[in-house]
T-cell receptor
Framework: ETGVTQTPRHLVMGMTNKKSLKCEQH?????MYWYKQSAKKPLELMFV???????ENNSVPSRFSPECPNSSHLFLHLHTLQPEDSALYLC??????????????FGPGTRLLVL | QKEVEQDPGPLSVPEGAIVSLNCTYS??????FMWYRQYSRKGPELLMY????GNKEDGRFTAQVDKSSKYISLFIRDSQPSDSATYLC??????????FGAGTRLTVKP
């Protein structure tokens, strides 16, 4: 396993539920990311946080709400999701602010099913 | 045109074969190139990381970058059943902005 953990690993929720995904990194990185991975599609970047500040939001619907209380923790709050939101949600962390070319390290993902 | 094109496969080879995985890209601003391996029900794990054109070798794996052709490859020698996974190419052009290929699903049969 990498130094990035995610909970829960699996989640089934109805369209009216509210749930949260949690990510924690133990690598001392200062950037964290949420990605969505759907079958046969490239990873889609959702949100980027640098030093706890959100620096990117790739036109993600407001039913997804990120929260980054510190450089080690990242949450994705979910509410009134749609069945097409069912996917693997991956958290990643990396360094930033350096010369560039910093790679990202991924957690195991949360497999989400929206009924 | 997609920024990163990767043949999704699936690709099936016998054990011991040489595997060649490829990606093409359209954005010449990409500077850093990665290959990730993703086993079923797991997150992607970084395999190889390259910056310049040329080859980089790590054990049975060789990453090749040709910036002039906007083409990258990953070669796996003496492939093993444990190499069966989905391989994702990824490219970075600033500190945060990474683009991924759709992934190639590889099966190595004993």
């Amino acid at each position: 396993e990498t130094g990035v953990t995610q909970t829960p690993r699996h989640l089934v929720m109805g369209m009216t539920n509210k749930k949260s995904l949690k990510c924690e990194q133990h690598l001392g990185h200062n950037a964290m990311y949420w990605y969505k991975q759907s079958a046969k599609k490239p990873l889609e970047l959702m949100f980027v946080y640098n030093f706890k500040e959100q620096t990117e939001n790739n036109s993600v619907p407001s039913r997804f709400s990120p929260e980054c209380p510190n450089s080690s923790h990242l949450f994705l709050h979910l509410h009134t999701l749609q069945p097409e939101d069912s996917a693997l949600y991956l958290c990643a962390s990396g360094k930033t602010g350096g010369a560039g070319g910093e790679t990202q390290y991924f957690g195991p993902g949360t497999r989400l099913l929206v009924l | 045109q997609k920024e990163v094109e990767q043949d999704p496969g699936p690709l099936s080879v016998p054990e011991g074969a040489i595997v060649s995985l490829n990606c093409t890209y359209s954005n010449s601003a990409f500077q850093y190139f990665m290959w990730y391996r993703q086993y079923s029900r797991k997150g992607p794990e970084l395999l190889m990381y390259t910056y310049s054109s040329g080859n980089k070798e790590d054990g049975r794996f060789t990453a090749q970058v040709d910036k002039s052709s906007k083409y990258i490859s990953l070669f796996i020698r003496d492939s093993q059943p444990s190499d069966s996974a989905t391989y994702l190419c990824a490219m970075l052009y600033n500190n945060n902005d990474m683009r991924f290929g759709a992934g190639t699903r590889l099966t190595v049969k004993p």
